[in-house]
């Protein structure tokens, strides 16, 4: 799963440390999604996409894993 | 209410370092077994003891927004799945830890020993199953 964190945060000049209040997690977290390292739950996802005001599928890019 | 906090790790501070000073004190009156015991329990309770003490001082210098951070930090639901994650593992190593000290004991005879850690496996296979049945009722 990839996700558009970096880039929206960065389009709306949004620092991790910021997101990372928003959302109530640490910064480590942020850092983590960005880097692919961590996937987020449903509601940390839900979290995110909320507060960049879209859906979770426009955050969050589903890729189905080969078998 | 701060003072009364500390109260109880203070008195089993103190309770710790008495039981260390009298089995030290008592040396070879004591027999193996409970001077083992004494200075075991000692240990235990005065390490739990000093890290609630220092614990309730740091907790006392924090700023409001390190307490924060403290908090957020602590149910951050990385840090739960790290927490989650490697006390799993944990797990799975102590058993591996557990099974090598079962034949051990068995090579080198040693009976209540190798009750102990027959217990020691059982329970942890016991614990694993109850906590199974519970995560399974909950999620």
């Given amino acids: ?67 | 209410m701060k003072q009364r906090k500390n109260l109880l790790p203070a008195l089993a501070l103190g309770l710790a370092v008495g039981l260390g000073v009298a089995a030290a004190v008592l040396g070879d009156r004591l027999t193996a077994p409970v001077s083992g015991v004494a200075f075991g329990l000692a240990g235990a309770i005065g390490g739990l003891a000093a890290s609630r003490l220092i614990m309730a001082h740091f907790d006392r210098t924090w700023t409001p927004e390190e307490r924060k951070e403290i908090e957020r930090a602590e149910r951050d639901e990385r840090n739960v799945a790290i927490r989650e994650k490697a006390a799993y593992s944990s797990w799975y190593w102590t058993l591996y830890l557990l099974w090598g000290l079962f034949f051990l004991t068995l090579i080198l005879q040693g009976g209540m020993y190798t009750a102990l850690v027959s217990a020691a496996i059982v329970l942890h296979c016991v614990f694993y199953m109850v906590n199974m049945n519970r995560w399974t009722k909950k999620l």
């Fill in chain 1, 1 to 67: 799963m990839t996700n558009k964190i970096a880039q929206l945060r960065k389009e709306r000049r949004i620092s991790q440390a910021e997101l990372a209040d928003a959302v109530d997690v640490t910064r480590q977290t942020i850092i983590s999604l960005e880097n692919g390292r961590y996937n987020a739950s449903l509601l940390l996802a839900h979290r995110i996409a909320k507060y960049f005001g879209l859906t979770i599928e426009e955050v969050f890019l589903f890729e189905e894993e080969e078998p």
